[in-house]
C-alpha cells in the first residue's frame, strides 16, 4: 500500500481526516479523533522514510476500536460509565502496531462494553451502514466496521466475543478476522467475557489483515491466557496453493433461520472455491442450536464479573447525588446510570446463573454444553480442514427493528458464537449482494491455522471483486 | 421460565443495580425470556462430561517473585472523580 513513494504519510492522514470530517456525521463511526497527534505522527514517518528507516507498517493510519486503552487518549467502551476516562497505558496490541509504526487516528464506536450486534447500545449514539443510511453496520465494532468500509480508515482493530467482528465485517462487505483465542494479547482490552474476548482486524482484503495481523499478534507476559507460540508469516503464505483442501459444510448451518438468497451467495462462494481446487463434503455439528442459550450464560456471567470493577471510586463515572451520605447508594446510583440497558440485562442475567441454588443448573451445565460443541468440532477437523458457512442468517437489518428485544438480537449470532466457545479462529469476507445490502462467507479453521483462513481468503478475493465494491455514500439511502 | 420482580430486585442489589416501577417490570419480563431461551440447555445429557471453562488447555503461569512494577499512583489516579494525597475519597463509611 505505502510500498511505493508516490505520496507521503502526511497526505495520505490528510485524506483520511478530511474524509472522515465529509462523511463522519452521516454515519457516526468514530468517537474519539487523534488528528494532531497522528498528523505529527505521519511527519516523523516521512522523515523515517527518507533516511531508510522503514518499518512494516510505517505511515499506515488505522483506527481502534473504542474497547482498546490508548495511552493519553479517551477510551470509551461506548458507555457513559468511561465516557472520561483517559487510560495511562496502551492495551499490547496498540503497543505492537504502534513500534512497528503504524498511527492511530482515532477511536471507534462500538457497542457498549461490546454487548450487542447492531451498534445501537453506544451511550454515542448508533452507527449507520454506510450502504444503506437506515440500517445497521452491526455489532458490535460497528464503527470500526462502518468506517473501513466507507474508505474512512484503511484498516481497524476490532474486537469478537461473540461475533463482534465478523458479523459487522458481513454487513458492511469488509474482511473480519477473529484470531485464535490467545493468539492476540487481551492486556488493556476491556474486559467482557474473558474467556472469548479476542482482538481482530476489520479490513479490506486479506492481504491487508495478514499485514496488520503479523504485527499485532504474539505473546504476551502481561496477558494470562496469551499463548507461547510463534507468529508465522501470514503474508509469505498468501499465495499458497489450496488444491485439494477440504472444506466441510454444516448441515446445521443451512436451516431454516436462513435467508434463501443469501444461502445462494454461500453456494456461489463454495462454487467459486471449487474452481480454485477446494473441496468440499456436509459435515454435522449436531449441538450447534445450543451454541446461543450455552454463550447467553457464559457471557453474561463472565461480563457480571468483569463489569463489578465499574464503582465510580478509582476511575469511571459517579454520579453526584446531593445529600446521600452512603456508599452502597453511591455504588447503585453511579452504576444505574452509568450503564446502559442491554449491559445491564446481561450483569443480572450473569449474576443470577451464578447465584446460589443456580450454578450448577445454568453456568456449570453451559461449561458442559461447551464441552460438547468443542468435541463436535474436534471430530469435524478429523476430516476436514476447515469449515465454511454464512457468517449471518440475513444481510443488515434496519436500526430500531431488534432492539427491543433481546431474543431475537441474540439469534443474530447463531453462526458466529460458537467458535467463540471454542477459540477457534474465523474470518468472514464479502462474496455479493443482496438488494443492494453486502453479504458475507464465513469460513472456520482449527486453533492457530489463521494462515489457512487469510490464504483461502486472498486467492477468493484474487479470482473476484466483491470485497473491491465501495458504498457510493452520495447515492445511499438516506431517507430523513 | 419467568422469575418474579422479588427476585430480580435481589439479583440487582447483588450486582448493585436498583430498578422500580415501570424499568422493574420490563427488565422482569425481559430476563425471564432470555431464562426462557437458556432453558435448552437443560434437556441436554451432560452426566459424562467435564465442564470447559477455557477454550484452550492451560495452566496459569508463574513466574519468579521480583518486583517488576513502578508505582505510578499519581498517575493512574488521574481518573478518578475524588482523591486527595493518594486516597480515594468515598462517602462515609463508619458513623
Known amino acids: 500500500m505505502l510500498g511505493e513513494e508516490k505520496i507521503s504519510s502526511q497526505e495520505i492522514l490528510k485524506t483520511y481526516i478530511q474524509r472522515i470530517a465529509e462523511h463522519d456525521t452521516l454515519i457516526n463511526s468514530f468517537i474519539t479523533l487523534d488528528a494532531d497527534a497522528a498528523l505529527e505522527k505521519a511527519r516523523q514517518a516521512d522523515q523515517s522514510r527518507q533516511s531508510g528507516d522503514v518499518l512494516p507498517l510505517t505511515g499506515i493510519p488505522f483506527a481502534s476500536k473504542d474497547i482498546f486503552c490508548t495511552k493519553g487518549v479517551k477510551t470509551t467502551c461506548g458507555s457513559k460509565m468511561l465516557s472520561n476516562f483517559v487510560p495511562p497505558y496502551d492495551a499490547t496490541v496498540i503497543a505492537n502496531v504502534n513500534e512497528q509504526g503504524a498511527i492511530l487516528l482515532g477511536k471507534t464506536n462500538m457497542d457498549e462494553f461490546a454487548m450487542g450486534s447492531s451498534n445501537e447500545t453506544s451511550y454515542f449514539g448508533p452507527v449507520n451502514n454506510p450502504w444503506d443510511l437506515e440500517r445497521t453496520p452491526g455489532g458490535s465494532s460497528g464503527g470500526s466496521a462502518a468506517a473501513v468500509a466507507l474508505g474512512l480508515i484503511p484498516i481497524a482493530i476490532g474486537t469478537d466475543t461473540g461475533g463482534s467482528i465478523r458479523q459487522p465485517a458481513a454487513f458492511t462487505g469488509i474482511t473480519g478476522l477473529k484470531p485464535t483465542y490467545g493468539r492476540c494479547s487481551r492486556y488493556g482490552m476491556i474486559a467482557f467475557a474473558s474467556s472469548l474476548d479476542q482482538a481482530g482486524i476489520l479490513a479490506l482484503s486479506a492481504e491487508d489483515t495478514a499485514i496488520f495481523l503479523e504485527m499485532m499478534a504474539g505473546f504476551d507476559p502481561l496477558d494470562s491466557t496469551s499463548v507461547e507460540m510463534d507468529v508465522p508469516s501470514y503474508v509469505e503464505q498468501l499465495s499458497d496453493p489450496i488444491n485439494g483442501k477440504v472444506i466441510g459444510i454444516p448441515k446445521e448451518f443451512f436451516d431454516e433461520g436462513l435467508d434463501a438468497e443469501l444461502e445462494n451467495k454461500i453456494l456461489d462462494a463454495i462454487k467459486i472455491y471449487e474452481s480454485l481446487g477446494v473441496k468440499f463434503k456436509e459435515i454435522s455439528l449436531p449441538h450447534l442450536e445450543l451454541s446461543v442459550p450455552t454463550y447467553y450464560v457464559i457471557a453474561p456471567a463472565e461480563c457480571s464479573s468483569n463489569l463489578a470493577r465499574y464503582d465510580g471510586i478509582r476511575f469511571g463515572y459517579r454520579h453526584q447525588d446531593n445529600g446521600r451520605n452512603n456508599l452502597d447508594d453511591h455504588y447503585l446510583t453511579s452504576r444505574q446510570s452509568g450503564f446502559g440497558a442491554e449491559v445491564k440485562r446481561r450483569i443480572i442475567t450473569g449474576t443470577y446463573v451464578l447465584s446460589a441454588g443456580y450454578y450448577d443448573a445454568y453456568y456449570l451445565q453451559a461449561q458442559k454444553v461447551r464441552q460438547l460443541i468443542s468435541q463436535d468440532f474436534k471430530r469435524a477437523f478429523l476430516d476436514v480442514d476447515a469449515i465454511i458457512g454464512p457468517t449471518t442468517q440475513t444481510p443488515a437489518f434496519k436500526i430500531g427493528e431488534k432492539i427491543d428485544d433481546p431474543v431475537t438480537m441474540y439469534m443474530n449470532d447463531i453462526y458466529t458464537i460458537s467458535s467463540n466457545l471454542v477459540g477457534l479462529p474465523a474470518i468472514s469476507h464479502p462474496c455479493g449482494f443482496i438488494d443492494g445490502l453486502p453479504i458475507g462467507v464465513q469460513i472456520i479453521t482449527p486453533h492457530f491455522a489463521e494462515c489457512d483462513l487469510l490464504n483461502l481468503t486472498h486467492l477468493y478475493q484474487q479470482k473476484t471483486d466483491w470485497h473491491n465494491q465501495q458504498p457510493d455514500i452520495n447515492n445511499t439511502n438516506d431517507d430523513n | ?95
Open chain 2, 1 to 95: 421460565m419467568s422469575i418474579k420482580k422479588t427476585d430480580l430486585e435481589y439479583i440487582a442489589s447483588l450486582s448493585k443495580l436498583q430498578f422500580e416501577g415501570q424499568e422493574l417490570k420490563n427488565y422482569t419480563r425481559q430476563i425471564s425470556d432470555i431464562l426462557e431461551m437458556i432453558q435448552q440447555l437443560q434437556k441436554v445429557d451432560t452426566k459424562k462430561i467435564k465442564p470447559m471453562a477455557h477454550p484452550m488447555n492451560m495452566n496459569q503461569r508463574i513466574r519468579e517473585d521480583l518486583v517488576t512494577e513502578v508505582n505510578k499512583r499519581d498517575e493512574y489516579q488521574k481518573n478518578a472523580v475524588d482523591s486527595e494525597d493518594g486516597f480515594y475519597k468515598v462517602p462515609k463509611v463508619l458513623d
